[in-house]
């Protein structure tokens, strides 16, 4: 069974977030609302409404709640001055830790880190300080030093589900995946309420090490604890690859139900259900796909239906949609098309897009297309076409026979 290349779910890994790097103002990180506290002026505003310190630059506290007034305004940079001159009058954690907030909300990812370890060295037990550092050697790429920060984390506070995802994410980046794994299962053992993200990454761990029936149990459980569009498809995808068909069925068309606007969901349906032998519910399942998006490639498969049923002019109704249908963009499209002209026996034009295909440079090195357009000109009689053809097929290590002896019916189910 081919299964349209867009419509397989990708491994959608944890990334770093750079906080704070896609606007001139970004919100403060999470969690990071400073509490005014005692010494807390509230003067008149004088420009639209924000309320202001008085500051004193002589003063420590002044200087410390000046800067937490223009964290909270978004005024990052002015905070982070503020709180160097206090830190210049009177050193402490608190400031520290304020200053490398700062910092990471400007996407200053080395200074922050700088700025979080001068916090913990004057308080070793402040674990956020901990968390924010592990965090900004993530978006620095100091992996290994923020796995170290997570522990720090995770000692002073065991039941920390994020210390564990965030020092997943590290891992993750790492490719040390076992280890990913046991942390996310750590966090889900801490916090439910997270069990579905924690489930739908140990499934796409456990894929992307091919480990396919521990895939399927870990999507099933997300998909459970929280259905969506999205972990159905992947869960259908891990169900293919681990042969359990009618059961990708079933996922495929969950998806399709959750998001009735997605056609690659019923597109995938319908192949399936021709695996299993139900052409009335893959007919049922491609013409959904269609109501949603004119797309080729359902109307191909309808197309082979027709030509199995003995329709002809039907079929070639259908290939004439996919041809309409078809943007030119993807190239599995293009190869589909000329796969069915050569059903239909209008081997010109499946030899025509088959060569520009195999013009391009993915389609160059690919041994299946050459052999492919082997077959076509083979069809057509060109001998010293296909003899070139065939010789590409070498060249790239195919080891199939070639020419084909027979022109090659690839669409075949």
């Not at 009177?90 to 200053?108: C, E, T, Y």
């Not at 993530?138 to 796995?147: K, P, Q, T, Y």
């Not at 916090?191 to 761990?205: M, N, P, T, V």
Request: glycine share 8%; charged share 30%; proline share 5%.
């Amino acid at each position: 069974m081919r299964l349209a290349k867009e419509a397989i779910p990708l491994l959608a890994l944890l990334a770093g977030v750079a906080l704070g790097c896609k606007s001139e103002k970004p919100a403060p990180p999470a969690g990071l609302a400073p509490v005014p506290g005692a010494g807390f002026v509230r003067p008149p505003s004088a420009d639209g409404g924000r309320e202001k310190v008085a500051v004193d630059p002589a003063n420590a506290e002044s200087l410390y709640l000046a800067g937490q007034q223009e964290f909270i305004a978004g005024e990052f940079a002015t905070a982070a001055e503020h709180f160097r001159k206090a830190l210049g009058l009177a050193p402490s954690a608190r400031v520290w830790h304020a200053l490398g907030d700062a910092q990471l909300a400007q996407a200053r990812f080395s200074d922050a880190a700088a700025a979080f370890r001068s916090a913990i060295e004057l308080e070793p037990k402040k674990r956020l300080s901990w968390m924010r550092l592990g965090r900004c050697l993530i978006n620095s790429g100091r992996l290994s030093e923020a796995i170290e920060a997570y522990r720090e984390a995770q000692a002073l506070q065991p039941d920390d589900a994020i210390a564990y995802r965030e020092e997943a994410e590290a891992l993750i980046a790492l490719e040390r995946d076992e280890e990913a794994i046991a942390r996310l299962e750590k966090a889900l053992g801490l916090d439910a309420e997270g069990a579905a993200a924690d489930l739908k990454l140990i499934g796409q761990l456990r894929a992307k090490r091919g480990e396919w029936t521990l895939a399927v149990e870990a999507m099933r459980r997300s998909a459970q604890a929280h259905p969506d569009a999205g972990i159905y498809s992947e869960l259908g995808d891990a169900l293919v690859r681990s042969g359990d068909f009618p059961g990708a069925r079933d996922a495929f068309g969950e998806a399709a139900r959750l998001d009735p606007k997605d056609p690659f969901a019923w597109e995938l349906v319908g192949e399936l259900e021709l695996r299993l032998g139900d052409r009335a519910a893959a007919r049922a399942a491609f013409e959904a796909a269609l109501k949603v998006k004119q797309r080729p490639l359902p109307q191909l498969a309808l197309g082979r239906m027709e030509l199995v049923d003995g329709k002809r002019e039907e079929a070639r109704k259908r290939f004439d949609l996919a041809l309409e249908a078809a943007t030119g963009e993807q190239a599995n499209e293009a190869r589909e098309i000329a796969r069915f002209a050569g059903e239909l026996g209008e081997w010109d034009s499946a030899e025509k897009l088959l060569a520009m295909l195999a013009a391009e440079e993915e389609g160059a090195k690919d041994a299946s297309l050459w052999l492919e357009l082997a077959g076509a000109r083979q069809a057509l009689g060109r001998k010293a076409a296909a003899a070139a053809a065939c010789a590409a097929v070498k060249a790239l290590g195919g080891g199939q026979s070639c020419p084909p002896k027979a022109p090659a019916v690839v669409g075949e189910r």
